[in-house]
């Protein structure tokens, strides 16, 4: 009992050390946020599975993260980081077997797949472009945290023996820049001298800075700033030779120093088997891009009777007039809503909010008034329809369970055969591990995957009318800070929700911390980006708030954005504390629990008020000025009423209006010095105002 007791004493992420622990892995402490400032020394000598240490290490370090000695523990991971458009993971996957085994999400969205070790085996680094094999290493276990994101386990089964794809004798015949799908180049740039390719991509500023070698990024990272100078050639260039010469000839090649012993031919070697494939494919996807946009700027002119270049040629269809589209559009039918003004149907709406904020609950709570007709949420809902939920999250068994509490509170479950029925409007379906977007290496905006053609046929099978996604971060498997993929994205569960007349709500964690990444900085990884931000022109957003001034604490579910009508007003939510169902905080509650919160300054400042009045110095009415209701309470009875404390003026003035409004004090017009002003006075029981209020 006295080791449970200790175990429950531990912060959450000591119980999981302890966890990780128990089942034999090797730990190690690690700061708070970082994956690189150990704790306890060098990790390769102190990682331990001994419960004693483990549970000494939290108690001095509650907070720290939790780091893994795979060697030690007898693991090997698979690193991909799936959220870089480089990541070749799917492609080496093509025809190759994943075992159910041990399998994190990592804190910037990408996957680590943990497997058994064989004995005495060796490992490449590299597996392919962005993903990693780790073995002699470390990686960080859930729920430790980094870049503002945290890991999470999304399948708890046991390591699975290393695939054979893995081991040191499959891995190393795959060669990321010599064995790999060929670059698709449909739109190969026209010819151009050396000379003029130069110029070309010197003429940015940036690229000029990189090719002399004069730019930040190459005085701290030449790799990366080779990199980028290599991308914007191969934008101008299609013969990988030429981009060689021309970058190769760059001083900021010529004048940086080779790395230990090896010869400046060896690193220009390197340099080019790391940078130029990944380069001539990113060249290659923005040619694409710019021909489609091109292409498709050839059909609206084509559609309008102008020519492609723009120049000649007459209006044709598709130009209306404002007579024309209300003569077209005033029988049409008003914008539906599945709830009033908050989620329109033939749209996708996103509802992102902190962790931990309720966002599935809520959406279930949403599922069941629109499936049954009862228990009013957020809105009115017009008709009981069909709801289909698709969770990448929790457990079909963790939905039930929160079903069977929000039935219960809502008195549903007691009304027999009606109650089996409205149920039966709801369907779930467990999808965890499934993306509907990945990255595309031909196409700069993503690709839908097969799961996003289930996704409708689902909703046609169930004519559901509401669908729920929970959540992003596990459907959406692409770059969460790239305008072209999450516009791709959104666009396509749009379609979706006109062609079936449905409204989707994508649910979204948001990650408040900023962060730093190749993509650039990162404030709110979904409703916090632009990219997310446009993208969608429907969308909510959950907060917590805590408990202050006697108002318990609770999540306010605020309209953020909507193309369809005037935003709706914010909706306050308390939860049960015992079965965590959400209903409404009224204003009448929020008004008692001020009023009894503020009950002892009430009587305070009444008191105050009282004895000003018998001084003959009675405190003015005066909201501003330098002789304000605040200021003549400061000065007579200053350490209650301090200066420059807004909260406790703001308190003040409402502890005044309820003594006025319940009728104890009252307006008083008084003369000093041939002026005239008002104060407060305090009313005795016999006067006949007393209690009635002002």
């Given at each position: 009992m006295q080791s449970d007791t200790h175990n429950q004493q531990l912060s959450e992420k000591g119980r999981m050390a302890l966890h990780w622990a128990k089942l034999g892995l090797c730990v190690f402490p690690v700061q708070n946020g970082t994956k690189d400032k150990l704790l306890a020394g060098g990790w390769q000598t102190v990682a331990s599975n001994d419960l004693a240490q483990v549970k000494q290490w939290w108690t001095d370090n509650s907070d720290a993260n939790i780091g893994c000695n795979l060697a030690k523990s007898g693991?090997?991971?698979?690193?991909?980081?799936?959220?870089?458009?480089?990541?070749?993971?799917?492609?080496?996957?093509?025809?190759r077997n994943l075992p159910a085994t041990l399998t994190q999400k990592s804190a910037r969205g990408g996957f680590h797949l943990i497997f058994r070790a064989e004995d005495a085996a060796k490992y490449p680094g590299k597996l392919c472009e962005a993903t990693e094999i780790k073995h002699n290493g470390y990686i960080m276990l859930?729920?430790?945290?980094?870049?503002?994101?945290?890991?999470?386990?999304?399948?708890?089964?046991?390591?699975?023996?290393?695939?054979?794809?893995?081991?040191?004798r499959q891995a190393s015949t795959f060669d990321t820049h010599t064995v790999q799908t060929p670059i698709n180049d449909p739109n190969p740039a026209a010819p151009i001298t050396d000379e003029a390719l130069r110029d070309t991509v010197c003429g940015s500023p940036a690229n000029a800075a990189h090719y002399n070698g004069t730019s930040d990024l190459a005085?701290?990272?030449?790799?990366?700033?080779?990199?980028?100078?290599?991308?914007?050639?191969?934008?101008?260039?299609?013969?990988e030779e030429q981009v060689r010469r021309v970058v190769m000839a760059s001083p900021l090649v010529q004048n940086s120093p080779p790395k230990?012993?090896?010869?400046?031919?060896?690193?220009?070697?390197?340099?080019?088997?790391?940078?130029?494939?990944?380069?001539?494919?990113?060249?290659?996807?923005?040619?694409?891009?710019?021909?489609?946009?091109?292409a498709h700027g050839a059909q609206i002119a084509a559609a309008i009777g102008q020519p492609a270049s723009g120049q000649g040629g007459t209006t044709g269809d598709g130009l209306m007039s404002l007579v024309e589209m209300r003569t077209k559009f005033k029988n049409e039918p008003p914008q539906a809503f599945v709830i009033d003004r908050r989620i329109p149907e033939g749209e996708a709406t996103l509802l992102s909010g902190d962790g931990g904020t309720g966002k599935t609950y809520l959406m279930q709570q949403v599922a069941v008034y629109v499936g049954t007709g009862s228990g009013e949420i957020i809105g009115k809902v017009d008709r009981v329809s069909p709801v289909l939920i698709w969770t990448a999250e929790d457990t079909l068994k963790i939905l039930d369970e929160r079903f069977q509490h929000i039935e219960k509170s809502r008195h549903i479950a007691s009304c027999g055969q009606w109650a089996a029925q409205s149920l039966a409007n709801i369907k779930c379906r467990d999808v965890l591990g499934a993306a509907l977007w990945v990255v595309d290496r031909d196409n700069p905006a993503g690709k839908p995957t097969p799961a996003m053609a289930a996704l409708a046929a689902d909703i046609r099978a169930t004519s559901a009318r509401l669908v729920v996604l929970d959540n992003a971060s596990n459907l959406f498997q692409a770059n969460p800070n790239d305008q072209v993929q999450?516009?791709?994205?959104?666009?396509?569960?749009?379609?979706?929700?006109?062609?079936?007349h449905c409204a989707i709500v994508l649910l979204a964690h948001v990650n408040a911390e900023t962060a730093s990444t190749k993509f650039g900085p990162i404030t709110k990884t979904y409703s916090g980006t632009v990219a997310w931000n446009n993208a969608f022109r429907s969308r909510m957003f959950i907060r917590k708030v805590p408990a202050e001034n006697g108002i318990p604490e609770h999540v306010v579910v605020s309209h953020e954005k909507t193309n369809y009508g005037a935003l709706a007003e914010p909706v306050r939510l308390k939860?049960?504390?015992?079965?965590?169902?959400?209903?409404?905080?009224?204003?009448?509650?929020?008004?008692?629990?001020?009023?009894?919160?503020?009950?002892?300054?009430?009587?305070?400042?009444?008191?105050?008020?009282?004895?000003?009045?018998?001084r003959g110095e009675p405190i003015r009415t005066s909201l501003t000025g330098s002789r304000n209701f605040y200021q003549c309470l400061a000065e007579m009875f200053g350490k209650d009423y301090p200066d420059g404390d807004k909260e406790t003026r703001r308190k003040v003035r409402i502890s005044i209006e309820r003594l006025s409004a319940s009728g104890r004090i009252t307006k008083l017009k008084e003369w000093k010095s041939g002026n005239h002003f008002h104060s407060w006075g305090v009313l005795q029981p016999d006067d006949p105002r007393y209690g009635k209020g002002a």
């Amino acid at each position: 009992m006295q080791s449970d007791t200790h175990n429950q004493q531990l912060s959450e992420k000591g119980r999981m050390a302890l966890h990780w622990a128990k089942l034999g892995l090797c730990v190690f402490p690690v700061q708070n946020g970082t994956k690189d400032k150990l704790l306890a020394g060098g990790w390769q000598t102190v990682a331990s599975n001994d419960l004693a240490q483990v549970k000494q290490w939290w108690t001095d370090n509650s907070d720290a993260n939790i780091g893994c000695n795979l060697a030690k523990s007898g693991l090997v991971a698979v690193d991909a980081d799936i959220y870089k458009p480089e990541c070749e993971f799917n492609a080496f996957m093509q025809g190759r077997n994943l075992p159910a085994t041990l399998t994190q999400k990592s804190a910037r969205g990408g996957f680590h797949l943990i497997f058994r070790a064989e004995d005495a085996a060796k490992y490449p680094g590299k597996l392919c472009e962005a993903t990693e094999i780790k073995h002699n290493g470390y990686i960080m276990l859930a729920p430790s945290t980094f870049a503002g994101g945290i890991y999470t386990v999304e399948n708890w089964a046991e390591p699975a023996p290393c695939p054979e794809w893995v081991s040191s004798r499959q891995a190393s015949t795959f060669d990321t820049h010599t064995v790999q799908t060929p670059i698709n180049d449909p739109n190969p740039a026209a010819p151009i001298t050396d000379e003029a390719l130069r110029d070309t991509v010197c003429g940015s500023p940036a690229n000029a800075a990189h090719y002399n070698g004069t730019s930040d990024l190459a005085k701290t990272n030449m790799s990366e700033a080779t990199f980028a100078l290599t991308c914007a050639a191969c934008l101008f260039s299609s013969d990988e030779e030429q981009v060689r010469r021309v970058v190769m000839a760059s001083p900021l090649v010529q004048n940086s120093p080779p790395k230990g012993s090896e010869t400046r031919a060896q690193k220009v070697q390197r340099l080019w088997a790391t940078e130029y494939p990944k380069a001539a494919r990113r060249g290659a996807q923005e040619r694409q891009q710019q021909a489609q946009a091109a292409a498709h700027g050839a059909q609206i002119a084509a559609a309008i009777g102008q020519p492609a270049s723009g120049q000649g040629g007459t209006t044709g269809d598709g130009l209306m007039s404002l007579v024309e589209m209300r003569t077209k559009f005033k029988n049409e039918p008003p914008q539906a809503f599945v709830i009033d003004r908050r989620i329109p149907e033939g749209e996708a709406t996103l509802l992102s909010g902190d962790g931990g904020t309720g966002k599935t609950y809520l959406m279930q709570q949403v599922a069941v008034y629109v499936g049954t007709g009862s228990g009013e949420i957020i809105g009115k809902v017009d008709r009981v329809s069909p709801v289909l939920i698709w969770t990448a999250e929790d457990t079909l068994k963790i939905l039930d369970e929160r079903f069977q509490h929000i039935e219960k509170s809502r008195h549903i479950a007691s009304c027999g055969q009606w109650a089996a029925q409205s149920l039966a409007n709801i369907k779930c379906r467990d999808v965890l591990g499934a993306a509907l977007w990945v990255v595309d290496r031909d196409n700069p905006a993503g690709k839908p995957t097969p799961a996003m053609a289930a996704l409708a046929a689902d909703i046609r099978a169930t004519s559901a009318r509401l669908v729920v996604l929970d959540n992003a971060s596990n459907l959406f498997q692409a770059n969460p800070n790239d305008q072209v993929q999450v516009t791709a994205f959104a666009t396509e569960l749009r379609r979706i929700a006109r062609e079936n007349h449905c409204a989707i709500v994508l649910l979204a964690h948001v990650n408040a911390e900023t962060a730093s990444t190749k993509f650039g900085p990162i404030t709110k990884t979904y409703s916090g980006t632009v990219a997310w931000n446009n993208a969608f022109r429907s969308r909510m957003f959950i907060r917590k708030v805590p408990a202050e001034n006697g108002i318990p604490e609770h999540v306010v579910v605020s309209h953020e954005k909507t193309n369809y009508g005037a935003l709706a007003e914010p909706v306050r939510l308390k939860r049960n504390p015992e079965n965590g169902v959400l209903s409404s905080l009224s204003n009448h509650e929020i008004a008692d629990a001020i009023d009894e919160s503020l009950s002892p300054l009430v009587e305070q400042v009444f008191t105050h008020i009282e004895l000003a009045h018998k001084r003959g110095e009675p405190i003015r009415t005066s909201l501003t000025g330098s002789r304000n209701f605040y200021q003549c309470l400061a000065e007579m009875f200053g350490k209650d009423y301090p200066d420059g404390d807004k909260e406790t003026r703001r308190k003040v003035r409402i502890s005044i209006e309820r003594l006025s409004a319940s009728g104890r004090i009252t307006k008083l017009k008084e003369w000093k010095s041939g002026n005239h002003f008002h104060s407060w006075g305090v009313l005795q029981p016999d006067d006949p105002r007393y209690g009635k209020g002002a």
